[in-house]
């Protein structure tokens, strides 16, 4: 007993040293990247400027909101990487920038604006945005060394369909259809190809393709089994200082369902059932951890977080059960939207599935009751996150739902009935 109490508390140890590890590294990258002048910054965004003037945050998809970029946070992030700072080390924790203090609708453009062409005015105002890492600050200060936004958008739209082309093929490769198809039908529904053109929401998407990729490449492998809860400690992580509360379950639900499907758990196994709670337990400590260590850093360095405050506002203390509920329900809206066109062939695909059920003989799929488990992930963060799951971009969390459902389906489908002539 002493001994398995000595080997968790161990391990819990090495759980915190990592978290302190990654988020010194995520410290360090940060103030090399405010290291960078603002001159060299300062011409792709005011070019970049051209495009965000004739941008709105109605969707790709007219007024059926199938895509939304969440243009006001990337001018925000913008605004961030274009600051000169006297101090790079302090800078990597408050992440200042400009801003005039007035609500409407092109307040982030106009904030963009005064950090380009007024910092001299009498009048210049910069706030902080210090309760989160938010790398992908850092990294569009090096992009824009090179890059105006649409270059960088284009960039980030085909890494990402390389990463869907490659998992795609891997899930192709190990179970055929009937691992690609779910695949297929999760990232199609919530469009997250053009979600990945954000640079608020592109975060989790990446993170999430290429855990997957990296588990399909290696979840067979001896290390990988070993250590697959450092894994999920890292992802969880790279979830919250690279793009904090987007949808975030993203990052958790897509890997979390090939590993489950590529280590072959079995539901009745206690062992399977633990990992991945485990698993799922750890990114939590990942992304909390993170969280808390950045809270402390700014209170240290700044004087105050804002982090506490940010995170009993998304929890919507004095919101009831039925408000709860109502949020889960609009998460689905959203990933049925627009109703005329996903739902006819969302019904098309359920019948052709069906009829195969039917006419095919049936498989054993020994961990179903486990993906049914983690396709609830989306549903709960809904639940307990609701004031933040009200961002029509954090039903990204629902493509869970579907790879998972829709993989129980597929796997369930076996060959076709071979029928003897007497």
């Known amino acids: 007993m002493k001994k398995n109490v000595k080997n968790i508390m161990n391990k819990i140890g090495i759980g915190i040293g990592i978290l302190i590890v990654v988020n010194l590294l995520y410290f360090l990258f940060m103030s090399a990247c ?155 529904l919530r469009v997250l190809l053009l979600h990945s053109i954000s640079i608020s929401t592109s975060a989790d998407v990446f993170i999430a393709l290429g855990a997957m990729l990296f588990i399909l490449k290696n979840g067979e492998k001896e290390f990988y089994k070993k250590y697959q809860v450092i894994f999920f400690l890292l992802i969880g992580s790279f979830a919250f200082a690279l ?48 969280m808390v260590i950045k809270a402390i850093l700014t209170k240290v360095v700044v004087g105050n977080q804002s982090t506490s405050g940010s995170i009993a506002h998304y929890l919507g203390l004095g919101q009831g059960i039925g408000a709860r509920i109502g949020r889960i329900i609009y998460c689905f809206e959203n990933l049925m939207t627009p109703l005329n066109a996903k739902i006819p062939i969302v019904i098309l695909v359920l019948a052709v599935l069906v009829i195969m059920l039917f006419t095919r003989r049936k498989r054993n799929v020994e961990y179903k009751w486990l993906l049914l488990f983690v396709s609830m992930y989306p549903l709960l963060w809904a639940f307990v996150i609701v004031e933040h799951t009200i961002h029509y971009f954090a039903s990204n969390m629902y493509s869970v739902f579907v790879f998972a459902v829709l993989s129980i389906i597929t796997f369930t489908i076996g060959e076709k009935k071979s029928f003897k002539k007497k």
């Not at 051209?50 to 925000?76: N, V």
């Not at 945005?129 to 850092?138: F, H, V």
């Not at 639900?253 to 079995?266: A, R």
Request: charged fraction near 20%; hydrophobic fraction near 45%; aromatic fraction near 18%.
């Open 34 to 188: 405010f290291m960078i002048p603002a001159q060299k910054v300062r011409p792709n965004v005011e070019m970049s400027l051209y495009t965000w003037d004739k941008e709105t945050q109605f969707p790709f998809f007219d007024d059926a909101r199938a895509m939304w970029l969440d243009f006001g946070s990337d001018m925000i992030w913008a605004n961030i990487a274009l600051t000169d700072v006297e101090n790079p080390f302090r800078a990597a924790i408050e992440l200042p920038y400009a801003t005039g203090g007035e609500i409407n609708g092109k307040m982030s453009y106009n904030d963009l604006v005064r950090g380009l062409y007024y910092t001299d005015s009498e009048d210049f105002v910069t706030t902080t945005y210090p309760r989160y890492w938010m790398l992908m600050a850092g990294v569009i200060r090096i992009l824009f060394c090179f890059y105006e936004i649409a270059e960088m958008r284009y960039l980030f739209y085909f890494l990402a369909a390389i990463l869907l082309w490659a998992v795609f093929r891997e899930l192709e490769k190990k179970w055929g259809w009937r691992g690609s198809f779910p695949f297929f039908m999760a990232v199609s």
């Open 243 to 290: 793009g904090p509360f987007v949808a975030p379950v993203l990052t958790l639900g897509l890997p979390l369902v090939t590993n489950i499907m590529l280590q072959k758990e079995k539901d009745k196994e206690f062992i399977s059932w633990r990992r991945t709670i485990t698993n799922s337990a750890v990114w939590v400590c990942g992304y909390g951890g993170s």
